[in-house]
């Protein structure tokens, strides 16, 4: 099973997500993310998707949940990088992710989550 | 094509007479066209056709046909880009049987051998109409595809602000390609906000705000914001009618004041300049 790396830069963590996600690997990321928040206190999670082409439902929902897992921890979660085909299938999909913000790229991530703190 | 004696008599008999038949086959082709086309051209035309169906008739190579096909299709192709009516191409083809007809109306022991040719003509009349059907389609969708093209710009209005000015109906193919092209550029350009305008879209239904609906939340889950702009008083009245709710989609009358709205979230602010050169 490929482990989805989580890195720490000030107070936000960073999540790329490169690799082919796994139902597995999904869940494996969200208790990482989880544990590093408790153990960090970061106020700021960037997931960059710029490379994932094909989501289904279950990848949706997926980032629903660390955003909602996320702000347990008072942090705020940011999808950078997302390509138009993947938000065109994630509409018809009727999934809008709540509770989560999107920027279009890692910049206006940060910036996002600078203004709030 | 299936040769039997009667074909082949056929053939030979059109042999004999070519050049008779021929002639008398150009001029009802070049009446029927009102003079659209000169005598020599139809002729030259008309003689590769006869010197095609001679073939076929004495089943001399199993190629023939398929030239002839060729050459028929190719005919009712060029006749439906130079605006022809189809029955003007067909008639190009049914002209041989008149053609013939007259030269063997005396000749009563060829009665069986014209019903023959006469039915394997209609196949090939039948052949053009078809022939001209299918390129017309194809015209028809290329115009289509053509305007499909021209009708979705993409304008940036500011540094960080674009502009989707549509123009005519909206149905799904439309919206779907308007969807792509907004949100590549969103992409491209790294624009926060765009506006959609529809002051010249003329109906707007439940499907074309379900439609637009989409395009919204798609750019929204890219983190771009979207404004609708350019709702008519009619279309108000449609929207509201039908029930149709934008949600927290900001909609504006003017495409200017969905700018302001734009350059308001992008933390810009138009002022007056204390001196301008136009200002007399």
Not at chain 1, 57 to 85: C, K, N, Y
Not at chain 2, 133 to 150: F, G, N, V, Y
Not at chain 2, 159 to 187: C, F, H, K, N, Y
Request: charged share 20%; with cysteine.
């Amino acid at each position: 099973m490929e482990r989805v790396p989580i890195v720490k830069i000030g107070q936000t963590l960073f999540v790329s997500i490169q690799v082919e996600l796994q139902d597995e690997s999904v869940l494996r990321l969200q208790e990482d993310v989880a544990d590093e928040l408790a153990a960090t206190g970061a106020h700021g999670v960037i997931i960059d998707i710029t490379a994932v082409e094909i989501v289904d439902s279950f990848i949706g929902r997926m980032l629903t949940m660390i955003g909602s897992i996320s702000r347990l921890f008072d942090a705020e979660t940011v999808i950078v990088g997302m390509r138009p085909a993947v938000a065109i299938t994630l509409t018809e999909l009727g999934l809008s992710l709540k509770g989560v913000r999107t920027a279009l790229n890692a910049d206006k991530g940060l910036e996002i989550l600078n203004g709030r703190s | 094509m299936e040769a039997d004696g009667t074909q082949v008599r056929m053939a030979d008999y059109l042999r004999d007479h070519h050049d008779k038949v021929l002639g008398r086959w150009s001029e009802l082709v070049v009446i029927g066209l009102r003079g659209r086309t000169s005598l020599e051209e139809v002729q030259h035309e008309l003689g590769e056709l006869y010197s095609l169906i001679v073939r076929v008739l004495s089943a001399a190579d199993d190629h023939a046909a398929v030239e002839l096909r060729a050459a028929l299709d190719e005919m009712s192709r060029s006749r439906a880009l130079n605006g022809l009516t189809p029955s003007e191409t067909a008639l190009a083809v049914f002209s041989l049987k008149e053609a013939v007809y007259e030269l063997v109306a005396d000749a009563a022991e060829m009665v069986p051998e014209f019903l023959a040719f006469s039915r394997t003509v209609d196949d090939l009349g039948l052949r053009t109409v078809e022939a001209y059907t299918a390129a017309r389609e194809q015209i028809i969708s290329d115009q289509a595809t053509t305007m499909l093209e021209l009708s979705t710009p993409v304008v940036r209005l500011w540094d960080g602000i674009i502009a989707v000015p549509l123009v005519g109906t909206l149905d799904s193919a439309r919206t779907q390609l308007v969807m792509e092209r907004l949100l590549e550029a969103l992409v491209a350009t790294g624009a926060g906000h765009a506006v959609i305008d529809i002051t010249g879209v003329p109906t707007v239904d439940t499907e074309v705000a379900q439609h637009l609906l989409k395009t919204v939340s798609a750019a929204r889950l890219l983190g771009a914001e979207c404004t609708v702009s350019g709702i008519r008083p009619q279309v108000a009245q449609t929207i509201v009618s039908l029930g149709i709710e934008f949600g927290d989609i900001a909609t504006k009358a003017t495409m200017a004041d969905a700018l302001a709205l734009a350059l308001e979230h992008a933390g810009l602010k138009v002022v007056p300049a204390l001196w301008s050169g136009y200002r007399s």
